[in-house]
Structure formats: structure tokens, C-alpha cells
């Protein structure tokens, strides 16, 4: 399933590929949703995750118009 353009998305992490655009910290982010094997790569801004990412996390990704605009550890 692609990403949502508005909205929240439950996601477990599977890859974590850190890198910069102009000094800026980003994570590719290979997701998939729980108990589905398709997964997808979405790039998150450092500033937009509270802690560094790690394979395996669950996580709700917080989308506007297309873009990663926050996340949170899924507690559910």
C-alpha cells in the first residue's frame, strides 16, 4: 500500500538508511504495515522522529501532502 497523502500510517521498520542534504540528517525508512510483506521507502527528516530509528520499531508516521510531518512509537 503506498503512503497515505493526509493522515497517520502504523508501520514497522525494516531497513533504516541514515544520510544528508545540505548538512540535513534524513532517514530512508524501508516500512511496511504490520503482517503485510510489500514494503516501502519513505524519507523522514531527523526533526520530524523523536529518537533515532531502528529495524524492527513500530511507528505511526504522521502525513501532509505526501510528507512525513511527524512520527511516534506506536503504543498499541
Same mark, same amino acid.
Given at each position: =500500500?503506498?503512503?497515505? %497523502? /493526509?493522515?497517520?500510517? !502504523?508501520?514497522? /521498520?525494516?531497513?533504516?538508511?541514515?544520510? !544528508? /542534504?545540505?548538512?540535513?540528517?534524513?532517514?530512508?525508512?524501508?516500512? &511496511?504495515?504490520?503482517?503485510? @510483506? $510489500? =514494503?516501502? &521507502? +519513505?524519507?523522514?527528516?531527523?526533526? #520530524?522522529? @523523536? #529518537? $533515532? @530509528? &531502528? #529495524?524492527?520499531?513500530? +511507528?505511526?508516521? !504522521?502525513?501532509? =501532502?505526501? $510528507?512525513? !510531518?511527524? &512520527?511516534? @512509537?506506536? %503504543?498499541?
Amino acid at each position: =500500500m503506498p503512503p497515505p %497523502l /493526509i493522515g497517520d500510517w !502504523t508501520v514497522e /521498520i525494516k531497513v533504516v538508511r541514515p544520510f !544528508t /542534504i545540505h548538512g540535513d540528517l534524513y532517514y530512508e525508512l524501508h516500512v &511496511a504495515e504490520p503482517d503485510q @510483506p $510489500q =514494503m516501502t &521507502a +519513505i524519507r523522514v527528516p531527523q526533526h #520530524a522522529i @523523536p #529518537a $533515532q @530509528p &531502528a #529495524a524492527g520499531d513500530k +511507528i505511526v508516521l !504522521t502525513f501532509l =501532502m505526501g $510528507q512525513v !510531518t511527524g &512520527a511516534r @512509537p506506536d %503504543l498499541a
